[in-house]
């Protein structure tokens, strides 16, 4: 839509991400709820913005160094539907909600939602946490959290919704490490490049042994079937179509015409800047000689009883 797009980011502070790591399912899903309530509670108030906002969230578990940092990256328009749907309720330029009442009314969500999963059995520790499966000291770390500020981070707004979309497609799909940050392998040690945000996001290169390499890379398999792009507001999944159609007649904005079907050449090179039609050695032009023929399934060579 022709509004500006925020980028909001949700962070659990250390001693919530431990929590997160022995009940991933769980707590990851309470992370999810929290911080688009946060959203919707916030904006909805007429001393903010006094709208329903929709947004995109993506789930990160990874900081520079491979280290468990589960956050959660929000693309937000920058205004939503009045609550009486009849009109279209901006933000003021430069600025979308404040993070300050974001974060206290997150942690204040987070922190229900996880006393709700401990009372109903559905957290569960071992090793170093083993001792929160004792109701009090489980309490005494909820109460530790209640009393540190959580981070909530606003960034500057993208430029324009070409921006978003290249944002989204090269973001959503991100696993932990991009292979462009690896330098080397060598004597069983991983080297790698990372930006050290205490010094400027200055670029270093760390070397870590294989195995503790594989390690970190591991922290940050979500559990299966657990969808780490979820949608909120009035871009959730059930009323996307109608709510979209209505905010951009609110805007007088056209609705786009659909892409025409894109080949995964041109969308790798799009999302890459990698040219699958280029060979990677010698620089020449590929060039399609035909489908490979598709072969049978080899034949078994021993007689199986299925009986």
């Given at each position: 839509m022709p509004v500006p797009y925020y980028h909001v980011v949700f962070t659990l502070p250390p001693a919530a991400a431990e929590?997160?790591?022995?009940?991933?399912?769980?707590?990851?899903?309470?992370?999810?709820?929290?911080?688009?309530?946060a959203l919707r509670d916030v904006a909805a108030d007429p001393c903010h913005l006094g709208a329903e906002v929709g947004a995109v969230a993506v789930l990160h578990t990874?900081?520079?160094?491979?280290?468990?940092?589960?956050?959660?990256?929000?693309?937000?328009?920058?205004?939503?539907?009045?609550?009486?749907?009849?009109?279209?309720?901006?933000?003021?330029?430069?600025?979308?909600?404040?993070?300050?009442?974001?974060?206290?009314?997150?942690?204040?969500?987070?922190?229900?939602?996880?006393?709700?999963?401990?009372?109903?059995g559905e957290l569960h520790f071992s090793g170093a946490l083993a001792?929160?499966?004792?109701?009090?000291?489980?309490?005494?770390?909820?109460?530790?959290?209640?009393?540190?500020?959580w981070v909530v981070?606003?960034?500057?707004?993208?430029?324009?919704?070409?921006?978003?979309?290249?944002?989204?497609?090269?973001?959503?799909?991100?696993?932990?490490?991009?292979?462009?940050r690896l330098t080397a392998l060598r004597d069983g040690q991983v080297?790698?490049?990372?930006?050290?945000?205490?010094?400027?996001?200055?670029?270093?290169?760390?070397?870590?042994?294989?195995?503790?390499?594989?390690?970190?890379?591991?922290?940050?398999?979500?559990?299966?079937?657990f969808h780490r792009i979820r949608h909120v507001g009035f871009l959730a999944n059930g009323h996307r179509t109608a709510k979209l159609a209505l905010c951009r007649a609110l805007l007088g904005a056209p609705t786009p015409e659909p892409s025409p079907p894109e080949g995964y050449r041109e969308q790798h090179l799009r999302l890459t800047g990698h040219d699958l039609t280029i060979c990677p050695d010698c620089g020449g032009p590929m060039q399609e000689r035909?489908?490979?023929?598709?072969?049978?399934?080899?034949?078994?060579?021993?007689w199986c009883d299925s009986s």
């Open positions: 929590i997160a790591f022995q009940n991933k399912r769980v707590v990851y899903a309470i992370l999810f709820r929290a911080a688009a309530e990874w900081g520079q160094t491979l280290q468990h940092h589960p956050h959660l990256h929000c693309i937000v328009p920058g205004g939503g539907l009045s609550l009486d749907q009849t009109r279209w309720v901006p933000c003021r330029p430069g600025f979308f909600l404040p993070v300050r009442v974001l974060s206290r009314r997150f942690r204040t969500l987070f922190l229900a939602q996880l006393r709700a999963a401990f009372a109903a001792a929160l499966e004792a109701p009090a000291a489980f309490a005494e770390r909820v109460g530790s959290l209640r009393g540190i500020d981070y606003s960034k500057r707004p993208f430029a324009g919704p070409d921006q978003v979309l290249a944002y989204l497609g090269r973001y959503t799909h991100r696993v932990a490490i991009a292979n462009s080297s790698f490049t990372w930006k050290d945000y205490r010094q400027k996001a200055k670029t270093k290169v760390m070397s870590l042994a294989a195995d503790e390499f594989m390690r970190r890379f591991l922290l940050h398999a979500v559990p299966d079937g035909g489908p490979l023929p598709r072969q049978p399934p080899p034949r078994p060579t021993f």
